[in-house]
């Protein structure tokens, strides 16, 4: 480990392969180019039913994949299904397919690359979901077809070797709920196509939840023990970008090229956080983890109602780079405390969280109660993205439960 100028631990050691990454309103028209000076020829196109069905979105990607396109496989859910995946593998050999290109949210994006693991896999689907009952997990063998991402919301799960994934018995080869993930180098997208068009047909509300989510990629960055000079220098300028564009989403703003610089600042923040050695990803994403296991509410609003007071506590307990992120969200430090410091950071990311129109209050989760807490607690005390929190902060469910009162 390392030291910062205020004498916090990061890590001293940056090792990142990401794909190729297209910026740019029109890049999708790009997408026949890519493929081919990648050696690929038949795209199966993995998205969820209503983006297969809306012409402004799917068309784009359709005519950039131009001869290229095998097929479309319109079936991805929000639940991110093992055996939606399975179908998938079905729909990927029918189409002779040898690489699967991801166009939506984040639950598309993990749902194609659980189908690229289980298409290089001889297994049985039965096979398959005993081992993801067993370990939470699927084996990932050597091989695995290319993923290309085409995202269209603001999450940033596009720069991420790791996928989430969920298994029930009406349709996954299990006896229980079970839900897990599945991580490997491999799974990095070879490809990433940011087109501020595409993100433009994407509801503004569902814009909104999803720019918390990476809004908080960009401080948990900052503040992680697995901080680097290169994760430094991409999150602080992605969170400016995020700070001044963002309002835009929540109607406060009406500026002509905010989801440009939105777009750019997702892909900032989200470079070189999902690394082989680990992820900069901490506190907050933990919290989310526990509410989401929890309820049914939507992980960027989880973030919104819980980021101000996870980063007040942490702020109690730890310095948390705070003079960075002040610097880095425009709030004035000179001459003040270190709590007034503090506080004002609170601030400024409470007011982009209102400035989204996003929840503040956890009791506004209908599937959730107060009785839930130690439960969610445990979640969050076990979550592995809580190691990632800086080195001298000692997390105990009672502090974690404390904030979720607060947060009630």
């Known amino acids: 480990m390392d030291e910062t100028e205020n004498g916090s631990k990061r890590a001293e050691r940056f090792a990142y392969d990401s794909g190729v990454i297209r910026f740019g309103r029109g890049c999708v028209a790009r997408l026949d180019d890519e493929l081919d000076a990648q050696g690929l020829d ?15 979105v799917i068309d784009p990607v359709k005519s950039g994949l131009g001869d290229r396109l095998a097929g479309v496989f319109a079936e991805t859910t929000p639940a991110k299904r093992l055996g939606t995946a399975v179908e998938g593998v079905e729909a ?7 690489v699967v290109v991801s166009l939506g949210g984040g639950s598309s994006l993990d749902t194609a690359k659980v189908i690229a693991v289980l298409a290089a896999s001889d297994r049985s689907a039965a096979a398959v979901g005993e081992e993801f009952a067993e370990r939470g997990t699927v084996s990932v063998p050597d091989d695995i077809p290319p993923i290309v991402a085409v995202p269209t919301t603001l999450a940033g799960a596009e720069l991420s070797q790791v996928a989430g994934v969920t298994a029930s018995p009406e349709n996954s080869f299990v006896e229980t709920h079970v839900s897990g993930g599945v991580s490997d180098p491999q799974l990095m997208p070879t490809a990433v196509f940011s087109d501020p068009e595409l993100f433009e047909t994407t509801p503004r509300d569902i814009l909104a939840g999803s720019a918390m989510n990476g809004f908080d990629k960009g401080i948990e960055t900052l503040y992680s023990q697995r901080a680097t000079p290169v994760t430094d220098a991409t999150a ?60 049914d509410v939507q992980q960027g609003k989880a973030h919104a109602i819980v980021a101000p007071h996870a980063l007040r506590y942490l702020f109690g307990e730890v310095d948390g780079r705070r003079d ?31 400035s989204l129109g996003l929840p503040s209050r956890l009791r506004t989760i209908d599937d959730l109660d107060r009785d839930a807490f130690p439960d969610v607690a445990e ?8 190691a990632n929190a800086p080195a001298d902060l000692h997390l105990t469910q009672a502090d974690i439960e404390s904030v979720l009162r607060e947060a009630w």
Do not use: W
Request: charged letters at 20%.
């Open 324 to 354: 960075l992120l002040a610097e880095v969200l425009g709030v004035p430090h000179d001459g003040k405390s270190t709590e007034e410091v503090a506080a004002d950071v609170v601030d400024a990311v409470t007011a982009v969280r209102n």
């Open 92 to 98: 990927m050999r029918a189409a002779d397919a040898d």
């Open 236 to 295: 602080s300028r992605g969170l400016s970008l995020l700070r001044s564009g963002l309002p835009s989403l929540g109607g406060t703003s009406d500026e002509s090229d905010s989801l440009d610089r939105i777009v750019e600042g997702v892909l900032l923040v989200q470079y070189g956080i999902s690394r082989p050695d680990g992820t900069t990803l901490s506190l907050i994403h933990a919290f989310g983890h526990g509410l989401t296991a929890h309820s």
């Open 42 to 56: 038949r795209a199966l196109v993995v998205c969820g039913e209503t983006v297969g069905a809306t012409p402004a």
């Open 379 to 386: 979640v969050v005390l076990n979550d592995s993205f809580t």
